[in-house]
């Protein structure tokens, strides 16, 4: 349900951003936006309380973010809580920047090594990445993870690049576990 919530959301105000020539300012407008709706406990609480009709949280949406957001944002979080999907809400956000991200042709790269990497490395990744797939630019996120040994581990979307020593001694240990030892 949560994925055809936010698919359906995000997907209207993709459209809407399309039709409209928004897509850079919504796009910067819901990536400034989703750390708040995330964050903020006291608004989340509010706004799934039972006891508070629709029209009232409408009203506090309203108030909030009227002079901090576009009326096409406001809109959409005011249909959101009509419909009785603000826990949701972040969740459209993210649909909607990703959208945004794969029609601009941006990707997001997830870089694991066991150490930092050097500029040098971390250029070499780029455009070897950008040679090799549809996207345009990329944005990265480097992360150090010891346990890797040697090597990187690239995650773009649900594709897994894994060239680390872990996951090579791994698939050896597995060929050696299927081989038969032949004793003399």
């Known amino acids: 349900m949560a994925k055809l919530v936010s698919k359906t959301y995000g997907d209207a105000l993709f459209e809407l ?22 964050e903020n406990e006291d608004l989340a609480r ?9 029209e009232e949280k409408q009203k506090i949406v309203e108030d909030i973010f009227k002079e901090r957001a576009s009326r096409e944002m406001v809109g959409l979080m005011r249909m959101i809580i ?15 920047i990703n959208e ?3 029609y601009k042709k941006i990707g997001t790269a997830y870089v694991s090594s066991p150490m930092e990497l050097s500029l040098a490395q ?7 990445l950008l040679d090799t797939t549809r996207y345009a630019q990329f944005e990265f996120h480097y992360q150090i993870d010891p346990s890797l040994i040697g090597g990187i581990v690239i995650r773009i979307g649900d594709r897994v ?24």
Not at 46 to 54: A, E, L
Not at 85 to 92: G, K, W
Not at 177 to 184: E, G, P, R, W
Request: hydrophobic fraction near 40%; proline fraction near 2%; charge should be positive.
């Open 82 to 96: 009509e419909k009785g999907h603000y826990n949701e809400f972040d969740s459209v956000l993210e649909y909607f």
């Open 100 to 102: 945004v991200k794969e």
């Open 161 to 184: 690049i894994d060239g680390s020593v872990k996951n090579k001694l791994a698939r050896l240990a597995s060929e050696l576990s299927k081989t038969k030892l032949q004793v003399s």
């Open 46 to 54: 509010i706004m799934n309380h039972p006891k508070i009709v629709v």
């Open 17 to 38: 951003a399309l039709e409209t020539g928004q897509i850079d300012g919504l796009l910067q407008e819901a990536k400034a936006l989703l750390p708040i709706i995330k």
């Open 122 to 128: 971390k250029d070499s990744i780029r455009r070897k």
